[in-house]
């Protein structure tokens, strides 16, 4: 098989916790406490679990807009933890990020067409004719019309500013897309045209998908794989299909359950998630997961569980798989 697009080693970030007058070091914040994982070239990789799992640290790391405290990410086979800032910069150009919230991520005072000219300047597009007409390209692209480039992000609706993020993204021709929750905070109707684009766009360009949510329905549709995050780790991972219809870990049929399905009859048993995600400045001893676990057992308090391959493909870090 064909060597991935990215692969992450025993990714970590501990953010540090200072306090006291001299602002000394007082713990730190695992929000990223050694995750694995490879995407490859073409295909989606879901990540999903609650607020606070690390998710976003895990997108931001990939991207190097933050430095990892440990591990290792292989772009194409080459540690891009390793780079010079000259190497980083013609790698950026392959890998970028659409974000959850576009009005946020979007500067207010610029018109569109000064929004998706940003990137093109930064990476080299010289002559401002071809800016131009590479925005209106890109504005058809995404489904806007050209004529959108002299509006404010503030004259559009919720899914038109993702679909100008999605622009942006796609300004430079990447390989990549990190996408950190797109539809959160989209209507449901919107949602899915949404998904539908950045489905349609993965096609026609080629391009590789880390797409963050915190909800398994989210990903259901676009994902070939997904992985599940819980308190800085990857608890499951495998084919989006097995995952759905045979989840191994509590926490994944956990949030599975909170996902409405149709059809009644192939709704599993509820299980109703008690509490909030521990802090990741103190996480549970032994399995983390262990503290909210309707299955927990006396060990899983002890010993943290391995990442194991209980099935081809199906990576699970739980007791109840020997
Ligand atoms: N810059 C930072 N400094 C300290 N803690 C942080 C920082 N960024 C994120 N965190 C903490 O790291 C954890 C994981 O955050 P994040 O990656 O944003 O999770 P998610 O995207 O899954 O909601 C959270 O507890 C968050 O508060
Ligand atoms: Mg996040």
Redesign the pocket.
């Known amino acids: 098989m064909a060597e991935p697009l990215v692969k992450v080693e025993n990714l970590k970030k501990h ?1 540090p916790v200072n306090g006291g007058i001299f602002g000394k070091k007082i713990g730190e ?1 695992k ?2 406490d050694g995750v694995s994982f490879f995407i490859n070239k073409g295909e989606t990789l879901g990540l999903v ?1 609650e ?8 997108g931001r790391m990939l991207l190097r807009l933050l430095e990892p405290s440990e591990g290792s990410i292989y772009f194409e086979g080459r540690d891009i933890t390793k780079l010079s800032k000259g190497e980083l910069r013609k790698i950026r150009r392959e890998m970028q990020m659409v974000f959850q919230d576009p009005f946020a991520s979007l500067n207010p005072r610029h018109t569109v067409e000064k929004i998706l000219e940003e990137p093109l300047i930064v990476h080299g597009m010289k002559s401002s004719a071809e800016r131009k007409k590479r925005v209106r390209e890109l504005l058809e692209i995404v489904g806007l019309n050209s004529y959108h480039a002299k509006r404010y992000p503030h004259q559009f609706s919720g899914g038109q500013r993702q679909r100008i993020g999605i622009a942006r993204a796609l300004a430079v021709n990447p390989k990549l897309i990190i996408a950190d929750e797109p539809v959160s905070a989209l209507d449901v109707s919107i949602q899915s045209q949404v998904l539908n684009l950045l489905q349609d766009l993965q096609e026609e360009f080629d391009l590789t998908y880390l797409f ?1 949510a ?1 909800d398994l329905g989210v990903v259901r549709h676009i994902s070939d794989r997904v992985g599940v ?1 819980y308190l ?1 780790r990857i608890v499951e991972l495998s084919d989006s299909e097995p995952l759905y219809e045979n989840p191994k870990h509590p926490y994944t049929k956990a949030l599975l359950s909170a996902v409405p399905i149709p059809d009644v009859e192939h709704q599993s048993e509820r299980v109703i998630l008690q509490g909030d995600v521990p ?2 400045s103190n996480p549970p001893k032994g399995c983390p997961f262990h503290t909210r676990c309707p299955q927990a057992m006396e060990e899983c308090a002890n010993k943290q569980p391995l990442f194991k391959e209980v099935e081809k493909g199906h990576y699970v870090a739980c007791h109840l798989y020997k």
């Open positions: 953010f914040v929000a990223v679990g607020s606070g799992c690390g998710k976003s640290t895990t963050i915190h995050m800085g802090s990741p």
